[in-house]
């Protein structure tokens, strides 16, 4: 059902409510729901149970009085079909065929409109997402991570939200001491395994990529960072350093464009350093009297806010732990402007939430409880060939995004990976597919073999594959595609037909559900639930038939449909091909 049918059936029973509860202070809320059994028909509402009691009626008397009053309503007759009361006093509406049908043209109207709504309109919101170290490739969680926080952030987009997509560099601390002696290392000759390889050292492959690129002078950048020039020098920890996140830095970003996922803004945790933000965060904790001095450390007493035990800030050495640097980072998102903020994760960062929380209360700066939310993943199993693959020779002990989107390409893809970057378009669509696909909170297994199969199996092919369908219906009538916006739409009575329209009206109630629960993966369930009322209608009905007034109204309903997957498609970062 379309909101503002919903908004007219709403309308008719407050007007109808007016003179049952005139001279009582009641404000009754009249709520619509899609019954449990579609068999009781398209809508209910329980308003004549909610106000029996306060009314001091008959349940089922006041909604006989109820529908009465709707049906009787003019703008009731020509929406409503039938009324039927069940139970104790519920109200089951039946619309009227014309009612449902008027999805098509909303929809052929609307275009890439549809489902959108001013919801956010005028109200920020920042998803952070991926958020890698850059102390290598991106691995298959960041590619999860890619996936859920760039379709997240496109579902607030579509209800009007200002959002901006943000991804945070840790790019100081131990890691990248790290990252740099083991640059060092392979620019001394030295690789993995022999005498003198620093046992906590990076092993990939690309670590010696790095070296190489150092020994010869070279210049990189990231795609929003100053170029970094190799002095060539071993000696020279801190230019290995530079150069080493510099590289890596860029990597990611062509990760990053092989996955289609772009963003508005990256955070450098040095720049925390650099700018006194993490000392003002100190200092402002101290100033609150919520820390203490113990043992030569500083200490948060986070258990005021939750926290199982209190937690060290600065150690006896002098450095801070890693939540300080995050408590100081998210204070700087509080004061840009940002009354909403969402953290995509894994599931290993769940230590970190009540701890960040604590100290962002005890600043006293008027930051809300729950500030920021959070959305922590599980990890993901990568199955190829039916087996677990858990290594990559170019990361060294993990597989990487652009190994999974190669594989699930297929081989054309793979080989063509560096010359035609547009020939990885299958693996990206499988990928951001399948990764947002289940619940953030649910494990997942990415099996390759299935992203490559051109079977109904294969979730993506399958909802791709409906789109193509309805293409090539349309090509082979060879009309006028914007004539079906206005085609009289009654001859679709076929009960195939009335589950489809059904499904098309269920679209932007799914977007704002979604967006609720903070769950895009309900937009992959809706895409498969479509593509399966289409395989089914397609199978049961013939839509280039003889009788011209039904064949363009099948055209117009198969028109619609396809619009909506595109929709959808767009939404998550996939493709809608026109052929399969």
């Known amino acids: ?217 070279k210049t990189v950048a990231a795609s929003d960072g100053e170029p970094a020039t190799a002095s060539g020098d071993v ?32 955070y450098l945790e040095t720049s925390l350093y650099k700018e006194g933000k993490v000392e003002a965060a100190v200092a402002a904790l101290i100033a609150a009297g919520v820390t203490y001095e113990l043992d030569g450390a500083l200490w948060l007493r986070t258990t005021d806010y939750g926290d199982d035990k209190d937690r060290v800030m600065r150690k006896t050495d002098g450095t801070y732990t890693y939540f300080v640097p995050d408590v100081a980072y998210h204070i700087v998102k509080w004061q840009r402007g940002f009354g909403k903020v969402i953290n995509i994760q894994g ?14 209360q005890a600043v006293n700066m008027g930051i809300p409880q729950g500030y920021p939310d959070y959305i922590l993943h599980k990890m993901v199993t990568v199955m190829k060939n039916g087996e677990e693959v858990k290594i990559s020779k170019r990361a060294g002990s993990y597989v990487t995004v652009r190994d999974l989107i190669e594989w699930s390409a297929g081989e054309d893809g793979a080989d063509a990976a ?29 099996d390759v073999d299935l992203a490559l199969a051109k079977s109904d199996e294969n979730p993506v092919y399958y909802v791709q594959y409906a789109h193509a369908r309805i293409c090539s219906v349309l090509a082979q009538w060879t009309g006028d595609e914007a004539s079906l916006s206005s085609i009289d739409l009654s001859p679709l009575t076929a009960p195939r037909e009335a589950s489809l329209l059904a499904k098309l009206a269920e679209y932007p109630d799914m977007l704002q559900y979604a967006l ?40 117009a309903l198969m028109h619609a449909t396809r619009q909506v997957l595109r929709n959808g498609l767009a939404l998550i970062g996939v493709s809608a091909p026109a052929r399969m």
């Open 235 to 266: 000696n020279d920890v801190e230019s290995i350093r530079k150069f080493a996140v510099a590289y890596l830095r860029r990597e990611q970003d062509l990760d990053l464009q092989a996955f289609g996922v772009k963003f508005d803004n990256y």
């Open 347 to 360: 599931s290993d960062h769940h230590g970190t939430i009540a701890r960040v929380r604590a100290g962002l």
């Open 1 to 217: 059902m379309l909101a503002p049918q919903k908004q007219q059936i709403i309308d008719l029973f407050n007007a109808a409510l007016q003179p049952i509860i005139a001279g009582s202070e009641l404000t009754p809320t009249v709520t619509l729901e899609r019954p449990r059994d579609p068999s009781h028909g398209d809508v209910a509402c329980n308003i004549a149970m909610q106000l029996a009691k306060p009314l001091k009626k008959n349940p089922r008397e006041l909604a006989q009085t109820l529908v009465a009053a709707v049906m009787a309503g003019a703008a009731g007759k020509g929406l409503i079909e039938a009324a039927e009361i069940a139970g104790p006093g519920f109200i089951n509406l039946r619309l009227s065929a014309a009612a449902k049908q008027q999805v098509v043209q909303t929809v052929l109207q609307q275009g890439a409109e549809f489902g959108k709504s001013q919801l956010g309109a005028g109200k920020k919101v920042l998803v952070e997402f991926v958020s890698a170290n850059p102390t290598g490739p991106l691995h298959v969680g960041h590619g999860r991570q890619g996936a859920l926080g760039d379709a997240l952030s496109a579902l607030f987009e579509v209800q009007g939200f200002d959002v901006t997509r943000e991804f945070y560099y840790n790019d100081a601390g131990v890691q990248i001491a790290t990252l740099a002696t083991s640059v060092q290392a392979r620019a001394n000759g030295l690789k993995p395994g022999d005498a003198g390889w620093p046992e906590s050292a990076y092993n990939g492959d690309y670590i010696a990529d790095i070296a190489q690129d150092f020994l010869a002078r």
């Open 516 to 555: 609720e629960e903070l769950g895009p993966h309900q937009v992959a369930f809706y895409l498969r639930d479509l593509a399966g009322e289409l395989h089914s209608y397609y199978n049961a009905e013939r839509v280039l038939v003889d009788d011209e007034a039904l064949k363009l109204a099948r055209l």
């Open 418 to 446: 560096q010359d035609a970057p547009r020939d990885l378009t299958r693996g990206r669509d499988a990928v951001r597919f399948f990764l947002i696909s289940r619940k953030a909170d649910t494990e997942f297994v990415f």
